[in-house]
């Protein structure tokens, strides 16, 4: 084989590995966590956190589906942003992770954002716990559904 022939099939191989790697990439930042249920409650919070702590802004709802809307803030390549419910029961469902790997920019804009609090199932809440190492998050709401399932196939 000449060296020619070397290169075209090098290049072709590069050009198959870069595609896979964008499409990779492109299909990461189309994924979309949003609450299941359509909000029907919303809780106002306007506050910005930079410490790790739990808020209980809640008065005894039971929740089908959580949400927030937000803004993280990741201010290092260490930084970890975790925000997390509580219920009642001590269960703990996620409600958004980012860190730096995770993500690809400093500021990331959340609007009822949900992870595993999509779907609840008549959930009572306790709290949120904030775990922040390195960033901040400017908590604007708390978006919930409390009616009992808008898609019964999943009740």
């Not at 709802?61 to 029961?89: F, H, M, P, Q, W």
């Not at 190492?133 to 604007?140: A, F, N, P, Q, W």
């Amino acid at each position: 084989m000449n060296a020619r022939k070397i290169y075209t099939i090098y290049l072709k191989e590069l050009t198959i590995c870069f595609l896979l790697l964008f499409s990779q990439l492109v299909c990461a930042q189309l994924a979309e966590f949003k609450m299941y249920y359509e909000k029907d409650t919303s809780i106002k919070i306007e506050k910005v956190f930079t410490k790790s702590v739990e808020i209980f802004p809640f008065k005894g709802e039971v929740v089908n589906s959580l949400g927030i809307t937000a803004n993280v803030y990741l201010e290092s390549d260490t930084s970890l942003a975790r925000i997390i419910l509580v219920g009642k029961d001590g269960t703990e469902s996620l409600i958004y992770e980012g860190n730096d790997v995770y993500e690809n920019s400093d500021k990331i804009t959340l609007t009822d954002f949900s992870e595993e609090t999509s779907i609840l199932r008549g959930l009572s809440p306790l709290s949120i716990k904030l775990q922040l190492i390195g960033s901040r998050v400017e908590l604007k709401s708390i978006s919930i559904c409390k009616v009992h399932c808008y898609k019964p196939y999943l009740c």
